[in-house]
């Protein structure tokens, strides 16, 4: 009776004891959340842009992750389409999310300091979104959520984090946005700092955790808190 007591004790304190370890990483993984971005103001079929990813990177192993991408804002709702390069437990992975579906796969080929170039194209009817990696197809054309009307949305260029205020990395750049004017994919209208403006995105209401050279083209570094 003593042994099954004290075993029954044992069991309960290692429960506590996960739970408390598994709430600590959680809230360690989420408390800065912050994102910053450049949209344009009109609609088009697609976009693509250069990232030159920072030549020093930190993201500590914890479910952390910063990322660098671009994406297209519907024309009614909040189910945007994003795509392009993130950071997370020491891997560089390249992902694509519509709300509707999603992917991420890692990529041994990026490295720190690389220049890449990133495509988002819309389905003539917005109801499809395909992600291109240095002019090559990645994984498959993902079904959308948002209203795309016409096959069109809003282009953006965005930078991102989701950490515990410790991640920081050196410059990165977004850079030589395109964006495509007809929906054979067929031509594209260089991007100006005249056609859309800065914003931020942060759920959480984090501090800003970025030094901004530049919002278009996008430059920043990312400093931990």
Not at 52 to 73: A, E, F, K, Q, R
Not at 172 to 197: D, E, L, Q
Not at 211 to 222: D, E, G, V
Request: overall charge positive; aromatic content about 12%; proline content about 4%.
């Amino acid at each position: 009776m003593k042994k099954s007591i004290k075993n029954c004790f044992a069991l309960m304190f290692c429960l506590a004891f996960t739970f408390v370890a598994y709430a600590s990483n959680a809230n360690a993984a989420t408390n800065r959340h912050y994102c910053i971005k450049y949209t344009c103001s009109s609609t088009y079929y697609g976009v693509t842009a250069d990232v030159t990813l920072p030549s020093s990177i930190y993201v500590p192993n914890n479910g952390n992750y910063t990322d660098w991408y671009i994406g297209m804002d519907p024309t009614s709702g909040s189910y945007a389409v994003e795509g392009g390069i993130s950071y997370k437990a020491g891997t560089f992975r390249v992902f694509l999310n519509t709300a509707a579906d999603s992917f991420s796969v890692p990529y041994s080929s990026i490295k720190t300091g690389q220049k890449v170039n990133l495509k988002i194209r819309l389905s003539s009817d917005g109801k499809s979104a395909t992600l291109y990696l240095n002019g090559t197809q990645v994984e498959r054309a993902l079904s959308t959520k948002g209203t795309f009307q016409n096959g069109k949305g809003y282009p953006k260029i965005v930078m991102g984090v989701e950490d515990n205020g410790t991640s920081y990395h050196s410059t990165a750049t977004i850079n030589n946005v395109k964006v495509c004017a007809n929906s054979a994919g067929s031509s594209y209208t260089n991007m100006t700092s005249s056609m859309g403006k800065a914003g931020i995105y942060t759920p959480n209401g984090s501090s800003n955790p970025y030094s901004k050279t530049s919002s278009f083209p996008l430059t920043a570094t990312l400093n931990k808190q």
